[in-house]
C-alpha cells in the first residue's frame, strides 16, 4: 500500500453547538434532529465510496455521525486520542461575558504560539496532539485499509489538520469546520507526507440549507 486516503469529518449538530454552549471531551452529547438530517446527507453523498474501515473517538456523537455507514458493515474502531480536548470547567457553561472574556484571551494565547497552555481543568493543544499521534499512528499502521472515513470534533480536527502539515498549532485557527464538514486527506507512505485534498467541504448538505 502506497498511499491512504482518510475522509476527515467533524460530528453533526447537537444542542450544545446549537445553543453555542462549551461542549468538549467531557460532554458526551446526542446529536439533534439537525445532526440526524447532517449524517444523513452526507451517507446520501458518500456511501458509494469504497470505506475499508471507520474510526471515530469514543464520544457518540461522532459513531451516531457514520452509523449509516456501520449499518452496511464496514468495522468501525473507537479512538479516545481522537477525542476532542478538554475545554475543563468551561464544558456545559451558557455563553456569557466572563466565559467569552475566558475564551478571547485563551484563543490569543495558544495564537502566539503557547499551545502548552492547558484550559482551566483541561488540556492544551500540545497534549491533545500527543494523544493524536498515537491514534493517527494506529490508523496508519494498518494494511488493507486503503480509504477510511474518521469522525471526529471541531478544535480536535484543528489540532491534527495544523501537525500533519507540519505547521506550528499556533496556526490552528486557520482551519474552518462546521457540523459535518469534510477534510479529505491523502498519505503518501514513501514520502511520509500528508496532502489536504479538499478542505471544509459541505457542498453535500446544500440540501438541508434549502429547506
Not at 500500500?1 to 460532554?27: A, C, F, P, W
Not at 468495522?75 to 456569557?96: A, F, H, T
Not at 461575558?97 to 475564551?103: A, L
Not at 506550528?168 to 498519505?187: I, T
Request: charged share 20%; proline share 3%; aromatic share 8%.
Amino acid at each position: 500500500m502506497q498511499q491512504k486516503t482518510i475522509y476527515l469529518i467533524r460530528h453533526g449538530e447537537t444542542d450544545y453547538n446549537r445553543r453555542g454552549v462549551v461542549q468538549g471531551s467531557g460532554i458526551d452529547a446526542d446529536l439533534n434532529d439537525m445532526g440526524r438530517a447532517q449524517a444523513a446527507a452526507f451517507f446520501q453523498a458518500y456511501q458509494h465510496v469504497p470505506f475499508n474501515k471507520i474510526y471515530t473517538s469514543a464520544l457518540k456523537r461522532t459513531y451516531q455521525t457514520v452509523e449509516s455507514f456501520i449499518e452496511l458493515g464496514i468495522p468501525c474502531q473507537q479512538l479516545p486520542g481522537l477525542n476532542e480536548i478538554s475545554w475543563g470547567v468551561m464544558e456545559g457553561r451558557v455563553p456569557g461575558h466572563i466565559e467569552d472574556e475566558y475564551h478571547s484571551r485563551l484563543m490569543t494565547t495558544w495564537a502566539s504560539g503557547n499551545t502548552a497552555q492547558t484550559t482551566d481543568g483541561g488540556e492544551s493543544p500540545d497534549q491533545v496532539e500527543a494523544r493524536q499521534r498515537d491514534a493517527i499512528a494506529e490508523i496508519l499502521a494498518r494494511s488493507g485499509e486503503e480509504t477510511v472515513l474518521v469522525a471526529m470534533h471541531g478544535r480536535a480536527m484543528r489540532v491534527l489538520l495544523c501537525w500533519v502539515t507540519n505547521q506550528p498549532l499556533s496556526n490552528m485557527d486557520q482551519f474552518e469546520h462546521s457540523n459535518v464538514c469534510l477534510y479529505k486527506l491523502r498519505y503518501d507512505y514513501n514520502s511520509k507526507v500528508f496532502t489536504i485534498e479538499s478542505a471544509n467541504d459541505t457542498a453535500h448538505l446544500l440540501s438541508l440549507a434549502l429547506v
